[in-house]
């Protein structure tokens, strides 16, 4: 089970960090990831880091302003975002994909367990 927290409504230029808790898995073995969903829109990949967090993989919109950490030890995942804009307002979703898994890690489909989702609304 996966639980994130930590969206709100933050300014443009501003920063947020978003959090996600596993529980009920070996988090240790999962490849977590951020997806985002705006009204309309499907949802898309923000970024992604390995199983012991050596590996991180980042969407162009993402690069250089959001960084995703972990803690295995605490089972959670952190999406870190700043210099936030009004297109990055979305639902964020947290997701797990087991290891080994052959399906594309950038889509939807490429992730096994999914968090509710928590609101991000950036203000221009």
């Known amino acids: 089970q996966l639980q994130a927290f930590g969206g709100g409504l933050v300014p443009a230029g501003g920063s947020l960090r978003l959090s996600c808790v596993a529980s009920?898995?070996?988090?240790?073995?999962?490849?977590m990831a951020w997806f985002r969903q705006a009204p309309g829109k499907e949802r898309e990949f923000v970024g992604a880091l390995s199983r012991i967090g050596g590996i991180t993989s980042y969407a162009d919109s993402a690069e250089g302003r959001f960084t995703i950490s972990r803690d295995n030890v605490k089972n959670t995942v952190h999406l870190q975002m700043s210099s936030l804009k009004s297109e990055d307002t979305a639902v964020y979703y947290c997701?797990?994909?087991?290891?080994?898994?052959?399906?594309?890690?950038?889509?939807?489909?490429?992730?096994?367990?999914w968090g509710q989702g928590t609101q991000v609304t950036v203000s221009s």
């Open positions: 009920g898995c070996s988090f240790s073995t999962y490849t």
């Open positions: 997701g797990a994909r087991k290891a080994f898994s052959t399906t594309n890690p950038i889509i939807p489909e490429g992730y096994d367990y």
